[in-house]
């Protein structure tokens, strides 16, 4: 995804942007009160727990058909709707993920799961009654996933300042999805240019002990990574990454929604800059 044309000369375009939090990009003059090396650490400790091989197992878990949201569990769930339908294998939809992951999250047993729920937006809508009872009252936490689509055959610039706002909001948990066979997670963004995690792309663990200096993980995880950070997603390969524009917005709601009688025309507008309708 490339963004069109905008004005570098505002202060939006000065920062870097990773799930709400602001960093000053090096040799700038922009005060966010956390530097280059801040987003290293913050954006490297994302794909620490995501896409990486040879790392140990963190205790107490395991990759089981037991486990809650694994995905043993997913294509479970998803066979058992359609025997006839080989769950194995094909692409899903943002929004089959997600109503997938719901299922298992209200099946889940698990203590890790407990204070938890799922809620996915319909048609560009989120009735608050309907979020208070998923979210009992909220005292879960409350993960809201919007599914969207950006355009016919690829992402319409009217949508390019939408989605840097979004991507600014701290209870913003990213946006997922793509085209087919090659969706991705995007978690920010630095001018025109957005920061995506590649579940395709896998890189080997480091071990702790090499993160102890700045100098050492600046350098080591960018030796390790500089396939996963593109800033520099043009008109060419960058734009054919996200050629079918369907994507899915989460959210972390905890009581936001919390209110008395009607939502209020400014709670509205919030709504809809988040990409969906408050009913």
Same mark, same amino acid.
């Given at each position: 995804?490339?963004?069109a044309?905008?004005?570098y000369?505002?202060?939006?375009?000065?920062?870097?942007?990773l799930?709400?939090?602001?960093?000053?990009p090096?040799?700038?003059?922009?005060?966010?009160?956390?530097d280059?090396i801040?987003f290293?650490r913050?954006?490297?400790t994302?794909?620490?727990?995501?896409y990486r091989?040879?790392?140990?197992a963190?205790?107490?878990?395991?990759?089981?058909?037991?486990?809650p949201?694994?995905?043993?569990?997913?294509?479970?769930? +998803?066979s058992a &709707?359609? %025997? !006839?339908?080989?769950a194995? #294998?094909?692409w899903?939809?943002?929004?089959? $993920?997600?109503?997938?992951?719901?299922?298992a999250?209200?099946q889940?047993a698990?203590?890790?799961?407990s204070?938890?729920s799922?809620?996915?937006?319909?048609?560009?809508?989120v009735?608050v009654?309907?979020?208070?009872?998923?979210?009992?009252?909220?005292?879960?936490?409350?993960l809201?996933?919007?599914p969207?689509?950006l355009?016919?055959?690829?992402v319409?610039p009217?949508?390019?300042?939408h989605?840097?706002?979004?991507?600014?909001?701290?209870?913003?948990?990213?946006?997922?999805?793509?085209?087919?066979?090659?969706?991705?997670?995007?978690i920010?963004y630095?001018?025109?240019?957005v920061?995506?995690?590649?579940?395709?792309?896998?890189h080997?663990?480091?071990?702790? +002990?090499s993160w &102890?200096? %700045? !100098?050492?993980t600046?350098d #080591?995880?960018?030796?390790g990574?500089?396939? $996963?950070v593109?800033?520099d997603?043009?008109p060419?390969?960058g734009?054919?990454?996200?050629?079918?524009p369907?994507?899915?917005?989460?959210?972390q709601?905890?009581?936001?929604?919390?209110y008395?009688?009607?939502?209020?025309?400014?709670?509205?507008?919030?709504?809809?800059?988040h990409g969906?309708?408050l009913?």
């Open positions: 995804m490339h963004f044309n905008d004005d000369s505002s202060d939006g375009f000065k920062r870097i942007v799930l709400g939090l602001s960093y000053c090096e040799d700038s003059d922009c005060d966010c009160g956390m280059f801040d290293y913050d954006y490297y994302r794909i620490w727990i995501t091989t040879g790392m140990p963190f205790s107490g878990t395991q990759d089981c058909p037991s486990a949201l694994g995905i043993h569990r997913l294509v479970e769930i +998803s &709707d359609d %025997p !006839s339908k080989n194995v #294998g094909r899903y939809a943002p929004s089959e $993920v997600t109503s997938l992951m719901k299922r999250l209200r889940s698990s203590p890790l799961t204070d938890l799922l809620m996915l937006a319909v048609d560009g809508r009735i009654g309907d979020a208070e009872r998923e979210s009992r009252a909220w005292a879960k936490r409350l809201l996933f919007v969207l689509r355009g016919t055959s690829s319409n009217v949508y390019h300042d989605i840097r706002h979004m991507l600014s909001l701290e209870s913003c948990l990213g946006i997922l999805g793509g085209k087919p066979d090659h969706s991705l997670y995007f920010g630095y001018g025109r240019n920061i995506y995690l590649d579940p395709h792309v896998a080997e663990y480091i071990p702790m +002990s &102890d200096e %700045p !100098s050492t600046i #080591g995880a960018t030796e990574h500089h396939q $996963v593109d800033v997603l043009g060419g390969e734009s054919k990454r996200t050629r079918d369907l994507f899915t917005v989460q959210y709601e905890t009581t936001d929604f919390d008395v009688g009607k939502a209020s025309e400014e709670e509205r507008r919030q709504a809809l800059e969906f309708e009913l």
